[in-house]
């Protein structure tokens, strides 16, 4: 009977250590995953070049009549503007008229 409760008490103490083995604890160091952002170059949006021809006429009589002709072409955001200023000048007095054309 002794050898029973021997057997008994070592097959318990064996289960025992097996259960208290099992018991294993791991731990896990991760790094934060690593963001790669890419930069966009910046778009630089230039106005259309301009070109401006002036005209200076004289006539009349004795030329006291004077005529200055402006035209501008190229003025707008999309560079499809043109501005005419015609600016006269005579004996009544002087007189400048503007005229611009956008599509």
Do not use: N, W, Y
């Not at 070592?10 to 083995?21: D, K, N, R, Y």
């Not at 790669?36 to 259309?48: D, G, K, L, M, N």
């Not at 301009?50 to 006429?57: I, L, P, Q």
């Not at 043109?82 to 007095?93: F, I, N, S």
Request: glycine share 8%; charged share 20%; with cysteine.
């Amino acid at each position: 009977m002794k050898f029973k409760i021997i057997t008994l008490a070592l097959a318990a103490t064996a289960f025992s250590s097996l259960a208290a083995s099992a018991q294993t604890t791991v731990i896990e160091e991760r790094r934060p995953g690593v963001v790669i952002e890419q930069r966009q170059t910046p778009v630089v949006v230039e106005q259309a070049p301009s070109t401006t021809v002036t005209t200076h006429e004289r006539g009349g009589f004795l030329g006291t009549e004077s005529r200055t002709t402006t035209t501008t072409t190229g003025t707008g955001p999309t560079g499809d503007c043109a501005t005419r200023t015609v600016h006269k000048e005579d004996l009544g007095g002087e007189k400048t008229v503007s005229r611009t054309d956008c599509p």
